[in-house]
Every structure is written in C-alpha cells, then in structure tokens.
C-alpha cells in the first residue's frame, strides 16, 4: 500500500537519494523512501477502516523516518482521538445497554489503540474540560493511567510517587489465595494466606481486576506511637492477640518431584526404601529413612524436616569412572542411592502425594509438603504506599496501647515512618478505613475521583470522634494516660512472601570450593557469609590485622607453599625421598615455608600458565 501509494521502493533508491529521502520501515525493515512523509501518514490514517486497528504508524520527526508497525507483543493503549468525542458521547446509551462492545469502538475508529511510537507524539486530555486545541486524545478516565498493580492504590496522587511505585511492586508481593485450585496444584513453590480480606479503602481499579474478589491483605488498626524503640526504622510492631486470632497467617507449600528413568537393556530406577537394600551404595544416615512408608514414598500428613527423605529412589551403576575422593578413578558396580530430601533448613507435613505415570511410561512422584507460617519476628509486611517494614516485637495484647473505647491496635507504626516519605495517601486511609468500620461500608479511595478526606472527617466528628482521627490512649502496662493524641485508623496491611525462615543464615565449617579452597557461595549449600572488599577496609581503618588475618586466611584458604631458596619458585614435595624438589633447579632444594591464601598461589599458577615467569623473594623473618 506505501509503494502504492507513491514511496519508492528501497532497492531502487540510490544511495543520493536514500541519503535526502525518509525512510519507511515495517516493522523495522526498510521498505520504501518518501519525500512526503507527512502525507503518507495521512493516508495510511484515512486508510485505518481497510487496513487493520492493529496496525500503528508514526513519523518520527526526531529521526525523519517513518515507523509502521504491525508485530505481535506491542503495548498498546487505548484512548479517544478528539475528532470522535462527539460521537462517543452520543452512543454512551448503546454502550452502557451493551449493545455496542470495546472491539466494536475499535472497528468503528471511535477508540484508538496507540503504540509507544505513536503516543510519543500524542498530546493526552485525561478530562473534558481540561481539553483544548493542543490535544489530540483523551483518555477514559484519569486513573486508566496506571497499571494494575498501581490501581490498588487509593489516594495514589497524594503520595510521593516514588512511594507509588513501591507500592506498586509490593501489591505483586502480597500473599492471598493465588488461585482457586491450589488444592489440586502441584506448584513448585506456593503461599496462601488463611483470612484474606476485601480492603475497606477500594479503588474502581480494585474492581476492574477482580482484586476484590481475589485479595491479597487484611484490613488491620494501626496506630502511630513509637514503642519502645521496637518499632524504629520503619519496623513494625504487632500484637500477640491479633497474630493469634489469625492475622496474616499464612502456609507455604512446596513440590518435591522426582521420575523413574527407564534403561535400554538393564533394570531402570526404582522407588523403594534403600536402607535395608545392602548392594547401593551412597546411603545418607539411617535416620533420615525413618519416615519412609513400605513403597519408598512418604505417607500424607507425616511430619517431616531437613534432610529427611521424602521419596526413596535407587538408580542403576554408572558404567563410567567416578573421580574418587582419594584421588584417582573407580568404577561402581553397585546400584546408587537417588532419593529425594527435604531442603536442610525446611520443614512442614506431607500434604499430598501424587504418582502418575507418563506418557513415555516413566513413573512419576510428586510429594507436596505444608508448613504453617503465623508471622514471626522479622516477616515483612507493607501497606499499598510503599510503607513497607519488618516486624520488630510481638507485645502481648495486654501490654499494647488502648483506647478509652478499649481497642487495642493490631499494629503499631512508628510516626517517623511517615514524614520523610510523604506518603499523605497513608494517612487520608487510615482516616477512610476507620470511617469505613465504624459505618459499615467501602470507601472509595479512587485516586482523582474519590470521596473528599473533609467528607470523612466530618463523618468521623459525627460518629464522635475526633475529626483528625487521633484519640487518646493508654499505655498497657502501666495504665497511664500517653500524653499525646495518638493517631489510630484501620490501613489495608498485606503480608509479603519475604520471611526470615527461608533467609536466616549462619556457617562454623562447611563446604569448600575446588577450585579456590575458600567456603562456597550461598545459602541452599551452607554457603560462607562473605567478608567482601568494603568490609576488610573497615577493618583495615581500624587496624585490625588480626581479624582480617583469622576471616581472610585461617578461616578461609589458607596454604602453605614451599619456595624454592634458590630461586624462589615454588617447589614439590616428593614423599618417596622425603624432598622438596624444585622444576626449575631440577634439583632437591632446600626450601622456606610460605602461609598464604591459596588464591594467591592459584594466581601464580594462573601467571606461569600465562608464560609469565614468576619468582617470590622469600627472606629469613627479622
Ligand atoms: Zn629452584
């Protein structure tokens, strides 16, 4: 239709002309030239109808080309052109009878679907009497701006909106019933919440994405007092009561899975118990078998913990050599252990076990296993502003603050949380939720379009409360009056998937690696906790040698090489004459012994592989 149209075609241009003419892509493969590139978009606009509303095409003024693009997986939004308002306002009746659906408006051009090239020079009204000449689009409504994540959030354009944008990616976050089946998955990894709850400050976004009816928090009162220090640097303290009366608990599962291979002419895997079997050999200790049933396979409803063996697998020998630990080859002729454990730092009760067979006839086993997460300390937790934070103490319900009415707060924020953030969303709902409560409804806290926070406040002064929302309370051990008005309201508070249990770490011995000789990296291994760069400077401004010596050395890699006195290569020992022998001087050689890090001798190693000849001046200790 371009070269139609009147471009010329790509391969006919010159190289004068390609240099002075626009070019024309689709989707990003040069097609055409054109003097008028003006023109053509105008065209390729009237032409719409005939062509395709999945079709976008820009004029890149910047770039002087002409972008068409029709590929899959482009983002595209759909807004009104101005031309066709009139129009719109015209059918809403239709519309709104549902006589006339989205794709409809589409096909009639009264909704347009733009590409980012194309709403690069898109000049968006977001209101009717916001519009002027200038536009070119409106949009639906204001918050069609965000996505869904960020349509959670209510009173979103009070906030800083960096804080928006926290929110946003902690909403993705929080736990809730992720799906209706869950009971019948068999997902690797998997959270569930017990009593997710409708957030009593909504948003129409909330509504749209069927968040309402799948959420992913519970609507908890909090109040702003710093506690004891418990509470400072954005931690969070709860109360012993709410946790018990189930808020935010959750249960983790997770999916061990494991398939009998079949074998061309010898016997394949087996699922059986490998303890009593005497011929298979790398057997783990004798308790980890205990939980096994007469099949090999966890029973449901076992409790079981690191290390236990969830599914017991034996394989047939390897007919290849295995380097063995002594050094040098060994061939197995014993059938091996390959069953399945627990994660080391996991526990929980078998809740289902799945066995199946596939197509290709292999056996499959799947043991799905549940563990109960009340929060503990160190859980983390986040409002839909972006106030996220850990939880710092667990107070008895006794000992938290009341009010004079007698409730008692499920979660206590410190008020220097708020300040710096800006988060004035924050507090407009807690303020809503608590009108919200006390009337027995939603709030909408829409972001442009929600219920005016004067509104609530005088809704609040004629429940009888104080219209800021603060209310005086008492200290639940001592009984005294706090000498403040304390604020205190009811936040949407969504717990996340981050908990300590599957973070918490510590190392003494453990595993080294081949190569360098220091700990191993991370946690599922029993990794070391790296004493990096920035560290051992800190150490090194406060002169403490010894330290850096015991984390870098002693408790890392340390070796001792034997140099060469004569010229300082390193030198082997040879243990039939009880020698050092040095491959340079060819010769037994007297030698000095060298405590280094093996990183350092691996990188001598690595140097004289290199061709770089490296000696070590090695002198008597003064
Ligand atoms: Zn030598």
Request: aromatic share 8%; hydrophobic share 35%.
């Amino acid at each position: 239709m371009v070269l139609d149209w009147g471009a010329k075609p790509a391969a006919q241009a010159t190289p004068v002309e390609a240099g002075k003419l626009t070019p024309v892509y689709v989707d990003g493969r040069l097609i055409a030239f054109t003097d008028k590139p003006e023109d053509l978009i105008a065209f390729l606009k009237e032409k719409r109808p005939e062509i395709s509303p999945e079709v976008n095409f820009t004029y890149n003024r910047e770039e002087d080309a002409v972008y068409i693009n029709a590929d899959a997986g482009r983002m595209r939004r759909p807004l009104i052109p101005v031309d066709k308002i009139e129009e719109a306002i015209k059918l809403l009746p239709e519309i709104e009878a549902g006589n006339i659906s989205f794709s409809d408006l589409v096909r009639m051009g009264i909704v347009e679907l733009l590409d980012v090239d194309e709403e690069e020079y898109a000049v968006i009204a977001y209101s009717l009497s916001e519009l002027n000449e200038k536009h070119t689009h409106l949009d639906f409504t204001p918050y069609a701006m965000f996505g869904v994540a960020a349509s959670q959030i209510p009173y979103a354009e009070h906030n800083n909106i960096p804080r928006d944008i926290i929110g946003a990616n902690m909403v993705r976050q929080g736990l809730g019933e992720y799906v209706a089946n869950w009971r019948l998955r068999f997902d690797s990894r998997a959270f569930l919440m017990f009593y997710p709850q409708r957030p009593i400050v909504r948003t129409r976004g909330s509504e749209i994405t069927g968040y309402d009816y799948r959420p992913s928090g519970q609507n908890l009162v909090v109040a702003l007092i710093p506690m004891d220090g418990y509470n400072m640097d954005d931690a969070l303290v709860m109360s012993r009561g709410a946790i018990d009366r189930g808020a935010a608990r959750a249960v983790f599962f997770r999916t061990y899975e494991t398939e009998a291979k079949r074998q061309a002419i010898i016997e394949g895997d087996r699922f059986e118990n490998p303890l009593p079997l005497k011929k298979v050999s790398g057997k783990k200790e004798e308790q980890y078998y205990q939980k096994l049933g007469e099949d090999g396979i966890v029973d449901p409803e076992t409790y079981v913990e690191g290390g236990d063996v969830l599914i017991g697998k034996t394989s047939p020998p390897r007919f290849s050599p295995e380097l063995s630990i002594g050094g040098g080859y060994q061939y197995t002729f014993e059938r091996r252990d390959t069953s399945i454990s627990m994660r080391a730092w996991e526990r929980g009760v078998v809740t289902d076990v799945l066995l199946a067979t596939k197509t290709g006839g292999e056996k499959l086993v799947r043991v799905k296993v549940r563990d109960t997460r009340p929060p503990e300390l160190g859980d983390k937790f986040a409002t839909r502003h972006g106030q996220k934070g850990v939880l710092g103490m667990i107070y008895r319900q006794e000992d938290m603050p009341f009010t004079s009415d007698g409730i008692v707060p499920d979660i206590v924020l410190d008020p220097h949380a708020i300040p710096s953030r800006m988060t004035i969303g924050q507090l407009y709902e807690i303020l809503a939720g608590k009108v919200g409560a006390l009337e027995g409804r939603f709030i909408d806290g829409t972001p442009f379009m929600s219920e005016p926070v004067e509104d609530l406040m005088e809704a609040l002064k004629k429940l009888g409360f104080e219209y800021s929302g603060e209310e005086i309370m008492y200290d639940g051990r001592t009984g005294r009056m706090i000498k403040a008005p304390i604020f205190i309201g009811i936040s949407y508070y969504q717990r996340l998937k981050h908990m300590v249990r599957d973070k918490i770490h510590a190392r003494a011995r453990g595993q080294m690696q081949l190569l360098t000789r220091q700990p191993v990296e991370g946690r599922a291994r029993g990794g070391g906790l790296r004493l990096g760069e920035m560290e051992g400077e800190v150490l090194i401004s406060h002169g403490a040698a010894s330290v850096i010596r015991d984390r870098y050395v002693e408790q890392s890699d340390k070796t001792i090489v034997y140099v060469c006195k004569n010229c300082g290569t390193i030198a082997f020992f040879n243990q039939r004459t009880n020698e050092f022998f040095c491959p340079r001087c060819q010769s037994s050689v007297e030698v000095k012994p060298l405590i280094t890090s093996h990183a350092s001798k691996l990188f001598v190693d690595e140097l004289m592989s290199g061709h770089v000849d490296v000696r070590l001046d090695v002198r008597e200790e003064v």
